[in-house]
């Protein structure tokens, strides 16, 4: 069992940053590829990065490659989303998930799910 809680999100304008957390519970947090999605009113959820086991594979969805990065601390079993030039579309509620099998972009993989935290970008 993994419980995940999210934090850092709030209102930002457009082109700042903001640094999303996950903290997570359980001792085998290492074991488990990690994910962020996003969820806009109106629309479904969507992938936007995910990170392996160890930390080295990471990819991202083509609207925030380049933007947003992706970091896991195994030691303090935390993930992380660096969000830089956020743009008004980027306005979401923040998921992080948990995924006992691999890396991957598609949400009904993954175990476990946080509550989310929501991201307001002003223009």
């Known amino acids: 069992q993994v419980q995940l809680v999210e934090s850092g999100g709030g209102l930002v304008q457009a082109g700042g940053s903001l640094r999303l957390s996950c903290a997570a519970s359980g001792r085998t947090f290492s074991s488990y590829a990690m994910g962020w999605f996003r969820q806009a009113p109106g629309k479904e959820r969507e992938f936007v990065a995910t990170?392996?086991?160890?930390?080295?594979?990471?990819y991202y969805a083509g609207s925030v490659k380049g933007r947003f990065t992706i970091s896991r601390d195994n030691a303090k079993n935390t993930v992380c989303l660096q969000m830089n030039s956020l743009k008004p579309e980027d306005t979401a509620v923040y998921y992080c998930a948990a995924n006992s099998r691999a890396a991957s972009t598609t949400g009904t993989y993954y175990d476990y799910w946080g509550r989310g935290t929501q991201v307001t970008v002003s223009s």
């Open positions: 990170i392996n086991w160890s930390g080295v594979g990471t």
